[in-house]
């Protein structure tokens, strides 16, 4: 690329000015929290619902504590929302935040956001600006991002900076992550970062910088570490129900060894929402592309395990209850992919409960958070606005979210709503002594009777 113009750290230390396009979860988040920092952010969305919500400060979704973040900054002036990508024209450091779906005919990602979003801010870009991306793309998006800026506004420089949230974490993860890594190509980009991450530096945040490729499969291998991890102790759960184990023994035992850990070894209905099950595959679809294909087989298992989880739940349901479901109402307890969260995107429960529907159950679903979502997805459901509601006159209760409220449940008070006390655990999170002293007939994927 061209010389582009020295960057005065004089001027971050003065607060620089800094845009989030894309204003969804990983954008209006990011947007709240560097706001809070003292930067002056403007977050840019093609949504104009989107935008005006934002510049209420009202969320689109929910994340614990970020509403309160969102209004606050607003109110303080230093956040606000447009459609207008001209305001960009005086802004030092660009965050690109949209999304990468799946694609909708292969199990490649689908980059047309990102791409929309440099064109978009091209004309923009003033000298000494900086673009930096944090959407999970795959490897060699940025490098070919950075030809295309050259192009466009060779003036501006590019660097990529992948995010690591946590569903239900967001706040803490962006403000306390527990790294940092950045991509980039020469020192000055690095040392504009720094000044941006000052504040979390100091927290003693380790920083890692890397090149743009090992920045873009930092996220990518992370994603599929865990999503590993979680259909490895589903896959030991078949082998427990098979050998008459217990895989909650099991997984705690080789937990306590320091190489494995127990983080991600909780058996159940496997994993879901908007990033480890699009991100595995479209890996899997790069990798085939640059010929590593084989390195990334093993992903294809599972995957294959990740969705035979929700299978074995409805074989099960069918095992309690009858191949024939017609007469029987089922209580479905979640509809989230995880708990602290109104995100339904490939949810595994409300999967299962779209396909216990579609075998003809009537099928109830309450959820804490994610009730409107879920039926914007799957409107032909049924849906409680209370645990009470739904339950009442089941058959059976599937418990597929891990709310607190769920665990906290009294299956004492719970058996004088329910035609039958049967109950099964998708994610092995409730006391199942305690429930079966209460007189339930309890089920728990990966542990025998």
């Known amino acids: 690329m061209k010389t582009r113009v020295e960057y005065s750290s004089k001027l971050m230390s003065m607060k620089a000015t800094l845009s989030v396009i894309g204003c969804g979860y990983l954008g209006a988040t990011h947007a709240a929290c560097m706001s809070s920092l003292g930067f002056s952010v403007i977050g840019v969305d093609t949504d104009p619902t989107k935008v005006a919500m934002l510049s209420r400060g009202e969320l689109p979704f929910y994340e614990p504590g970020l509403d309160t973040l969102l209004a606050q900054e607003v109110a303080s002036g230093r956040l606000t929302f447009t459609t207008d990508f001209a305001s960009l024209a005086d802004i030092d450091i660009h965050f690109i935040c949209v999304g990468t779906p799946q694609s909708k005919d292969s199990l490649a990602a689908d980059l047309t956001y990102v791409k929309s979003a440099v064109e978009a801010i091209a004309p923009y870009l003033k000298d000494g600006a900086l673009v930096v991306g944090k959407s999970t793309v795959p490897v060699g998006t940025a490098q070919s991002l950075r030809e295309r800026l050259e192009q466009l506004a060779p003036q501006a420089d590019l660097a990529w900076n992948p995010e690591f949230l946590r569903e239900g974490f967001a706040i803490e993860d962006t403000l306390r992550p527990n790294r940092l890594v950045v991509g980039v190509t020469n020192d000055r980009t690095e040392e504009i970062l720094k000044d941006v991450y000052e504040p979390i530096l100091a927290l003693g945040t380790p ?70 099950p699009k991100d595995i595959r479209a890996f899997m ?39 024939d479901l017609t007469q029987y109402k089922i209580a479905v307890l979640g509809a989230t992919f995880k708990p602290d969260s109104d995100d339904v995107r490939d949810s595994p429960a409300l999967d ?98």
């Not at 009470?388 to 607190?404: G, M, Q, S």
Request: proline share 3%; aromatic share 6%.
């Open 207 to 276: 920083w890692i910088r890397a090149d743009l490729p090992t920045a873009e499969l930092v996220k990518v291998a992370a994603n599929s570490f865990l999503a590993t991890k979680i259909s490895f102790i589903n896959a030991m759960a078949e082998v427990c129900e098979a050998a008459g184990g217990d895989v909650t023994v099991l997984a705690k035992a080789i937990g306590y060894d320091p190489r494995i850990g127990s983080r991600f070894l909780q058996a159940g209905i496997g994993f879901g929402g908007g990033c480890l």
């Open 285 to 323: 679809a790069r990798a085939q592309e640059l010929g590593a294909e084989q390195a990334l087989e093993f992903l294809r298992e599972i995957d294959a395990i990740n969705l035979r989880a929700r299978q074995r739940v409805i074989d099960v349901v069918r095992g309690d209850l009858s191949d």
């Open 352 to 449: 299962i409960s779209a396909q216990l529907h579609a075998a003809g159950a009537h099928v109830v679903v309450h959820d804490p958070k994610g009730i409107e979502p879920a039926r914007k997805r799957f409107p032909d459901l049924t849906f409680a606005e209370s645990v009470n509601e739904c339950v009442k006159d089941a058959d059976l209760i599937l418990h597929l979210t891990e709310w607190k409220e769920y665990r906290a449940l009294d299956p004492v008070l719970i058996a004088g709503l329910v035609k039958s006390k049967l109950i099964i655990d998708g994610r092995n999170a409730l006391d199942r002594e305690l429930w079966r002293s209460a007189g339930w007939k309890f089920h728990a994927l990966g542990r025998s009777d």
